[in-house]
């Protein structure tokens, strides 16, 4: 049972343009929302995380939304840029597991 | 700060082989852990570590797979026999070791079973 659910599987963005990435959940026990950017050849890295107690976490050009009754976040990036093109992963964490359950990946790539 | 390491980074075997994946991880870092990240996917959990203790290794094959963390610092990951369906990148990653600390991963290591 997939626990974490990403989408669009890929995604192609106009440089200057907003990329959405979004994934939902089902165990409402998780309490930590991360996500990790990964590019081709390299280890995932996080990006930006949030707790359930905000609706919103800002950083830079990246933004996470987040919606507690709908079991949802997202991911948004502003003024995208070439340099942004890589794979995105969402995760979740929490719980009686206290691991990091990924979702399967989200190819950006934003053209110039 | 040296980030993880992890050797060897491309394996290619035959199936049936042996293959050891290394890993050192940041130091200082008590936590350390093993994913499996197929082409396309998510990394996927194998095994962690908090010092030299497998805390959750729920999601290791132990019929083939097997680890270890000596001295609670670096890690080997070992599959015996390797099947054509282990290829993947196998990623290592440490943390402080506090509930929801990040996770630092390393460049991973690719196998490719023949």
Redesign the interface.
Known sequence: QQQVKQSPQSLIVQKGGISIINCAYENTAFDYFPWYQQFPGKGPALLIAIRPDVSEKKEGRFTISFNKSAKQFSLHIMDSQPGDSATYFCAAEGGSQGNLIFGKGTKLSVKP | EAG?VQSPRYKIIEKKQPVAFWCNPISGHNTLYWYLQNL??????LI?YENEEAV?DSQLPKDRFSAERLKGVDSTLKIQPAELGDSAVY?C?SSLGQ??D???????TRLTVL
Do not use: I, K
């Open positions: 993880v396309g996917q998510g990394p996927e959990l962690r959750d990623l990653a509930a929801t990040t996770q630092y991963f390393g460049p991973g």
